[in-house]
């Protein structure tokens, strides 16, 4: 990673800097603590906990390189995706929102993060790297550095968004080794709703650094539905984190699909500071060849009456590796929170592997906590049951990793995407039992 | 229809079927009686394949193959059936999808077209009838919270949906209470006919009582010591097995 080798990290960073020279103050300054940390601490070291799991060695190993390179793609099939998604669906293509291929609502405030630094500074400064979860971070970090653009949502208060946002964000790189860094802010007022789905697509088969945060705040009563798909291709290495703010009463609920990428990294971070808030995250990822998936998520409980639910699910073929890592934290205040964590993994072959492990650092007296881990491998009798009926063995192994993995579907309410989940884990577990030997 | 010979089945080292021979005719419907760890269920489930038991000498044919040469889903699709004595859950996987596919791998074994989603539904509603479901359990993941009635009805819903030549029936009449017996009986009587073979294992003699058999046999450590008709039944029932023990 030779431009995040801290010589030539501090140089790139000067250079972007002339670049920008139209920023505002307030943004100059969260860059530069950024890179301070980062200066400072690096990259996690193997020993250090939250990646004991995700070896970055090879990752290391590449010689990325800041600034985008754009290949093009055909106007043609910006516009299949375009017609494809109907209402309002947005565009981002390395990192720019493209209007001329999004379709958005009248009344929805959408812009590029860019144009809205500029022109809604009000909106954007409270809320930019202002999430306060987990403190600082390297990717975060890095992202806060780097960043140039991605997507600005706002929501202003009592209004209900009744289409929910589809974004794609593609990433077409002209050369091997590009980087894409993103920052989102999603800004929900009071009292209102809105559903967001974010897809993370490869526009050709060149692999990159993958970066994306998405910082979403929800204000008193607000409610969002979240749905993030990552697919990109198996050379892309994603990094990317969801930070939300939870004030008094509001409610975020999220989905994640993880198939794509020869490592991907996804965090969930949500702080309930108010009381009365609550947040379901839900997820499963799909590994197979040589691929790590990783999801990582973390709760901060900060005040009373707050409700968390997790419930994850992994299913690792070929050499791949599944990595869970769920920390909530009940803080003293926080009585009578309500925190539920679950991670199921499957093991469909004898050299994947899984790492899971939950924590919990309860602090407060009057709560209702647990977690539970469950790791195992098709049931040989559930698969003897299925071709004593003249069922396949190929088709039995297939019939229960998707039971296994519609399970999470059924139990997070994702009823808008329910078909597309379904049918992108039917190509990826494809994928995974054509892979599979015996 | 089916012809065993000799068979010696071990599992985890230890050997259950010490020379089985039995000769099961079509049409025919043989009852296997005996004791608990006789080898009934292992009987059973070696000739459905379950693939933790191992035979060590002898054979079956089945129809005139070598029946252990055939995988698992290959017995089945000849027209061989085994309804389980503890059907097992497969969380996830819904009823009526399971039934669709078994079904239409049974259909295609036949050379007939497979049934899609509406056919299959009026093809079932009519077998669900004969066992008594309702189609609530259709909706619901295979065996997952059904009472052990239930799962024996859902196995029975099975054998009249696949319309097996062998169907082996493994103790189907445990833990069910009298009114759910006579509904089991019914619908397997209701399947009789000169192209299809019963085979009954049972530890019990009531079922008997509801499905007439035509030969009776009683298995005691891993082997047949004892066959007879539907009378030998009754005297098993009377006198108990210590009584063929002493003969």
């Known amino acids: 990673m030779i431009f995040m080798e801290l010589k030539q990290f501090q140089e790139a960073y000067e250079r972007l800097k002339r670049g920008r020279r139209g920023e505002p103050s307030w943004l100059r300054i969260l860059r530069d603590g950024a890179k301070d940390f980062f200066l400072r601490n690096g990259f996690p070291a193997s020993d250090n906990d939250a990646w004991r799991h995700t070896d970055l060695s090879a990752f290391r190993e590449l010689p990325f390189t800041p600034g985008e390179d754009a290949a093009l793609i055909s106007p043609g099939e910006l516009k299949v995706l375009q017609d494809k998604a109907g209402k309002n669906f947005i565009l981002v293509m390395n990192g720019k929102l493209m209007r001329e291929y999004s379709t958005i609502e009248p009344g929805v405030e959408v812009m590029g993060l860019e144009e809205a630094i500029r022109e809604k500074p009000e909106l954007v400064e409270p809320h930019l790297g202002q999430c306060g979860a987990s403190g600082a971070e390297a990717f975060n970090a890095l992202n806060t550095v780097f960043f140039r653009s991605g997507l600005f949502f706002h929501v202003p208060e009592d209004m209900t968004v009744k289409e929910p946002l589809q974004v794609v964000f593609l990433a077409d790189p002209a050369k091997e080794h590009a980087t894409f860094f993103l920052r989102n802010l999603v800004v929900i007022g009071e009292g209102s709703k809105a559903a967001l789905a974010e897809t993370y697509l490869s526009g050709n088969g060149r692999g990159y650094f993958s970066s994306a945060v998405t910082e979403v705040f929800l204000g008193k009563n607000a409610i969002l539905d979240h749905v993030k798909i990552a697919k990109e291709n198996a050379k892309v290495f994603h990094f990317a984190s969801t930070r939300t703010l939870l004030r008094h009463a509001s409610s975020f609920s999220s989905f994640t699909l993880l198939t794509g990428g020869r490592l991907a990294r996804n965090e969930c971070h949500a702080v309930l500071d108010e009381e009365g808030a609550a947040c379901a995250l839900n997820g499963l990822y799909l590994s197979d060849g040589d691929q790590l998936l990783d999801q990582q998520t973390f709760v901060d409980h900060r005040k009373p009456a707050g409700k968390s639910h997790q419930f994850f699910k992994g299913l690792m073929a070929g050499n791949s590796r599944g990595v869970f890592n769920g920390k909530v934290v009940v803080r003293q205040d926080a009585q009578k929170t309500d925190a539920h964590q679950t991670y199921k993994g499957l093991l469909f072959s004898d050299a994947a592997q899984v790492d899971a492990q939950p924590q919990l650092e309860i602090l407060a007296d009057d709560v209702q906590c647990s977690h539970g881990v469950a790791i195992g491998q098709l049931e040989e009798d559930a698969i003897f049951y299925l071709r004593s009926r003249g069922i396949g063995e190929k088709e039995a192994g297939r019939m229960l990793a998707q039971g296994f993995a519609l399970e999470v579907i059924e139990r997070s309410g994702v009823q808008r995407y329910k078909d597309e989940l379904i049918s992108l884990i039917d190509e990826k577990l494809s994928e995974q039992l054509g892979n599979r030997k015996g | ?247």
């Open chain 2, 1 to 247: 229809m089916l012809e065993i010979k000799d068979l010696h089945v071990s599992i985890g080292g230890t050997e259950i079927l010490k020379g089985i021979d039995l000769k099961v005719g079509a049409g025919e419907v043989h009852a296997i009686m005996g004791p608990n760890g006789s080898g009934k269920s292992t009987l059973t489930r070696v000739l459905a394949g379950h693939p933790s038991y191992i035979v060590t000498k002898g054979s079956a044919t089945y129809e005139g193959k070598d029946l252990f040469q055939m995988p698992v889903e290959e017995r089945a699709r000849q027209g061989l059936f085994l309804a389980f004595q503890y059907p097992i859950d497969i969380p996830g996987v819904n009823n009526a999808y399971f039934l669709k596919a078994a079904v239409n791998e049974m259909r295609k074994a036949k050379g007939l077209e497979e049934l899609d989603a509406m056919e299959f539904l009026e093809f079932l509603k009519e077998k669900m009838k004969t066992v008594e479901m309702d189609e609530s359990f259709l909706n619901r993941p295979v065996n997952e919270g059904f009472s052990g009635g239930e799962k024996k009805r859902n196995e029975i819903l099975q054998l009249a949906a696949l319309s097996p030549k062998l169907a082996i029936l493994d103790e189907t009449d445990s833990g069910l209470d009298i009114d759910a017996l006579k509904t089991v009986a019914e619908g397997v009587n209701r399947l009789r006919s000169p192209k299809r073979s019963f085979i009954l294992v049972t530890h019990y003699q009531r079922m008997l009582n509801y499905i007439t058999p035509d030969h009776v046999h009683v298995l005691m450590g891993g082997k047949i010591v004892l066959s007879g008709g539907k009378d030998l039944a009754f005297k098993l029932e009377e006198k108990g097995y210590e009584w063929v023990k002493q003969d």
